[in-house]
C-alpha cells in the first residue's frame, strides 16, 4: 500500500528555545523567510504526499494560521501589487491538504501520533519530527519510502554520530546491512557513550505500518508517564523486523540551537536573493 498520509508532531513545548518559544511555537521559528514545520511540509509534497496531519497543542494557533488562507493578507498584497508574496503565499495555501489534531497534553511523541489513529486508520503512514531538516538532492521521505516499498516494514531514518553525543539520540543495533540499509537489531534510548551499540542515530523520519502502530498503542507509559514512538519500536521488533536507512544529505538539528544556526547559514548562503551579500558579510567578519 503507497503512503499517502504524513503526521507531523507538533505540540512540544520546546523548552530548549525559551524564551523565544514562550509565546510562539518552536516550529513556527524562520530559517531565513520560512518557518521550520514549511521544510517538513514541503519534503512531504515533495515526495509525493498530500494529506498532512499536524499534531497541535496549546499556543500552537499560527501553525494552523501558516498554511490556511488569509483574507486581509490577500487583499492587502492585491491592492499593494505585491505580486511575487501574493503567489508565494497562494502557493503555501494550495501544498497540501491539512487537518489539525489538538493533543490535550504533551504526554510523548508517540502519544501524539496515537492521536491521528482515527485518521489513519489501517494503512502505513510516515511520520515527520519538526527538528530534522535535510537539504538533499532526493527528499529524506523520498528516500525512506522508496526502501520502504522494497520491505514492506516499519524503515526509520539514520545518521552517522560522534559517539561522544549517542546520550542524545536514539541509537541503533543493527542485525545486518545492505549498502545503506540496515536490518535493526534493536533501539536504544540516549544511551551513555560507553554503552551505545552503534554510532547511528536515530533521525525524526519514519515510515510507519498498522502493525507498528498496533505495539505503540500497546506500549506501557515510562516513568514520566509519556509514551514514546521508541517504545512502540521496541516491543515491535521482538518479533517483526524494523529496517533504518542512512539518508544521503545534509541534516540540521533544528531544535539545538547550534544546529538551528547552522541551519540559518546553510539556507542562507543558498537563497536566490541573499546568497551573494551574505556571503560577503560572513567572509567580511573579524573577531
Do not use: W
Not at 38 to 62: F, P, R
Not at 65 to 86: G, I, P, Q, V
Not at 108 to 124: F, N, Q, R, S, V
Not at 189 to 201: G, I, M, T, W, Y
Request: glycine share 6%; net charge positive.
Amino acid at each position: 500500500m503507497d503512503i499517502k498520509k504524513v503526521v507531523i508532531p507538533a505540540a512540544g513545548l520546546g523548552t530548549r528555545f525559551l524564551p523565544a518559544t514562550k509565546s510562539q511555537p518552536k516550529e513556527m521559528l524562520p530559517i531565513v523567510d520560512k518557518p521550520c514545520i514549511q521544510y517538513l511540509v514541503e519534503e512531504a509534497v515533495a515526495s509525493g504526499i498530500k494529506e498532512i496531519i499536524i499534531i497541535t497543542g496549546k499556543g500552537k494557533n499560527s501553525i494552523e494560521d501558516h498554511f490556511n488562507h488569509s483574507f486581509e493578507l490577500h487583499t492587502h498584497l492585491k491592492n499593494k501589487r505585491k505580486t511575487k508574496y501574493l503567489k508565494e503565499i497562494e502557493r503555501i495555501e494550495r501544498l497540501a491538504k491539512f487537518t489539525y489534531i489538538r493533543q490535550p497534553s504533551p504526554l510523548g511523541d508517540g502519544h501524539a501520533i496515537l492521536c491521528a489513529k482515527e485518521l489513519i486508520k489501517d494503512e502505513p503512514f510516515a511520520v515527520l519530527f519538526g527538528d530534522d531538516i535535510y537539504d538533499s538532492k532526493t527528499p529524506a521521505l523520498k528516500q525512506l519510502i522508496t526502501e520502504y516499498k522494497k520491505v514492506k516494514s516499519p524503515i526509520i531514518a539514520l545518521h552517522k554520530i560522534n559517539k561522544k553525543e549517542s546520550d542524545k539520540y536514539g541509537i541503533i543495533e543493527k542485525e545486518s546491512k545492505k549498502d545503506s540499509l540496515y536490518k535493526l537489531k534493536n533501539l536504544t534510548e540516549k544511551p551513555s557513550p560507553d554503552k551505545a551499540p552503534s554510532n547511528l542515530a536515530i533521525s525524526g523520519k519514519y515510515i510507519v505500518t498498522p502493525e507498528l502502530l498496533k505495539s505503540l498503542d500497546q506500549a506501557t507509559p515510562g516513568k514520566d508517564k509519556e509514551i514514546r514512538l521508541i517504545d512502540g519500536m521496541r516491543k515491535f521488533i521482538k518479533s517483526s523486523p524494523i529496517y533504518g536507512l542512512e539518508i544521503e544529505g545534509q541534516r540540521f538539528d533544528t531544535g539545538d540551537k547550534l544546529g538551528y544556526l547552522k541551519a540559518m547559514v546553510h539556507f542562507g548562503l543558498k537563497h536566490p536573493e541573499l546568497n551573494k551579500s551574505f556571503k560577503k558579510f560572513i567572509k567580511d567578519l573579524d573577531f
